[in-house]
């Protein structure tokens, strides 16, 4: 998609990506309710909005977070990303001894929360520190409807009305692979498992995507670990993780990313360590998978 969107104050300009669009003008200021309005449109269209090189205060962060839905927060004791002491701002940084999470490894390409009875909607970063682009550290979106769209026939009737589980990083039951750390709200406790359907509808426009995601590690009604489950597992990762299916974004200073965690999947890579970097995080609340 090419055509930009324009209001007063803001233009929304797409990506010349499978996802996303920049929204250029000032949102550190008060955005018109118009403004806001078709903000809230443009992720619904492009499922990630950027937002360039505008340093924000959390208070303002949260505000802009609030223009898609309700936050979540976790209540204490849930075995999420996070520490029991942050409230509505998750700091992720690579700094020992903060009050931030530890977040120095690559990720692997997953949706927030897939292993909870009601994932996020989506979710808000920004960039309060970052190293330079050579140092590593981009951040990477899928576009789950295309990779839906794009799916091998026989792949797609192999997962028509199947569930996946996900797994919980910070909980037990994976074998010590296990998110641990002091910054990390984690239990050696096994949670249950949430099944969730492997294509679903997005709540908001009605089109259907792929829901798989690395954080999947299971699939309903397979023996588990099976040959066949894990045959499976393995095709839906081949097709799911394609570089056609990406945008990558090189974070600058003052960057904010919202994004749909709903139809799309994201990964970090790995970065030098020699750096610091904090990203601030808000999350959006979601509603139950169909
Ligand atoms: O550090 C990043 O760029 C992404 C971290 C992440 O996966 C998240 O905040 O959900
Ligand atoms: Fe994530």
Same mark, same amino acid.
């Given at each position: 998609?090419?055509?930009?969107?324009t209001?007063?104050?803001?233009?929304?300009?797409?990506?010349?990506?499978?996802?996303?669009?920049e929204?250029?003008?000032?949102?550190?200021?008060?955005?018109?309710?118009?403004?806001?309005?078709?903000?809230?449109?443009?992720?619904?269209? #492009?499922?990630?909005?950027?937002?360039?090189?505008?340093?924000?205060?959390?208070?303002?962060?949260?505000?802009?977070?609030?223009?898609?839905?309700?936050?979540?927060?976790?209540?204490?004791?849930?075995?999420?990303?996070?520490?029991?002491?942050?409230?509505?701002?998750?700091?992720?940084?690579?700094? #020992?001894?903060?009050?931030?999470?530890?977040?120095?490894?690559?990720?692997?390409?997953?949706?927030?929360?897939?292993?909870?009875?009601?994932?996020?909607?989506?979710?808000?970063?920004h960039?309060?520190?970052?190293?330079?682009?050579?140092?590593?550290?981009n951040?990477?979106?899928?576009n789950?409807?295309?990779?839906?769209?794009?799916m091998?026939?026989?792949?797609?009737?192999?997962?028509?009305?199947?569930?996946?589980?996900g797994?919980?990083?910070?909980?037990?039951?994976?074998?010590?692979?296990?998110?641990?750390?002091?910054?990390?709200?984690?239990?050696?406790?096994?949670?249950?498992?949430?099944?969730?359907?492997?294509?679903?509808?997005?709540?908001?426009?009605?089109?259907?995507?792929?829901?798989?995601?690395?954080?999947?590690?299971?699939?309903?009604?397979?023996?588990?670990?099976?040959?066949?489950?894990?045959?499976?597992?393995?095709?839906?990762r081949?097709?799911?993780?394609?570089?056609?299916?990406y945008?990558? #974004?090189?974070?600058?200073?003052?960057?904010?990313?919202?994004?749909?965690n709903?139809c799309?999947?994201?990964?970090?890579?790995?970065?030098?360590?020699?750096?610091p970097?904090?990203? #601030?995080?808000?999350?959006?609340?979601?509603?139950?998978?169909?």
């Amino acid at each position: 998609m090419t055509t930009s969107t324009t209001t007063d104050r803001i233009t929304i300009r797409p990506f010349d990506a499978p996802l996303g669009a920049e929204v250029i003008g000032a949102v550190t200021s008060d955005p018109s309710g118009a403004d806001v309005f078709a903000i809230v449109e443009a992720l619904r269209q #492009h499922h990630l909005l950027v937002i360039k090189e505008q340093p924000l205060t959390d208070k303002r962060l949260v505000e802009i977070a609030a223009w898609f839905g309700p936050q979540f927060v976790a209540p204490d004791g849930i075995p999420v990303l996070g520490t029991d002491e942050q409230g509505a701002v998750t700091v992720l940084a690579n700094r #020992h001894g903060d009050a931030g999470v530890e977040s120095k490894e690559a990720l692997p390409f997953h949706s927030d929360f897939q292993f909870m009875p009601v994932p996020l909607k989506g979710a808000v970063l920004h960039a309060v520190e970052v190293p330079p682009v050579v140092a590593g550290g981009n951040t990477s979106w899928a576009n789950l409807h295309m990779a839906l769209d794009e799916m091998p026939p026989e792949l797609r009737a192999r997962i028509e009305g199947m569930r996946g589980i996900g797994i919980n990083p910070y909980a037990g039951g994976m074998g010590g692979a296990g998110y641990t750390g002091d910054q990390q709200r984690y239990t050696d406790d096994p949670v249950p498992d949430f099944p969730h359907p492997l294509i679903r509808t997005h709540p908001e426009t009605g089109r259907e995507s792929l829901y798989f995601s690395m954080f999947v590690w299971k699939i309903e009604g397979y023996e588990d670990r099976s040959e066949e489950e894990q045959a499976l597992l393995q095709d839906l990762r081949d097709h799911v993780d394609q570089d056609r299916f990406y945008y990558t #974004h090189e974070w600058s200073v003052g960057d904010t990313v919202i994004w749909d965690n709903m139809c799309t999947n994201h990964k970090r890579d790995a970065f030098d360590q020699a750096y610091p970097r904090e990203v #601030h995080r808000v999350q959006i609340a979601g509603t139950r998978p169909f």
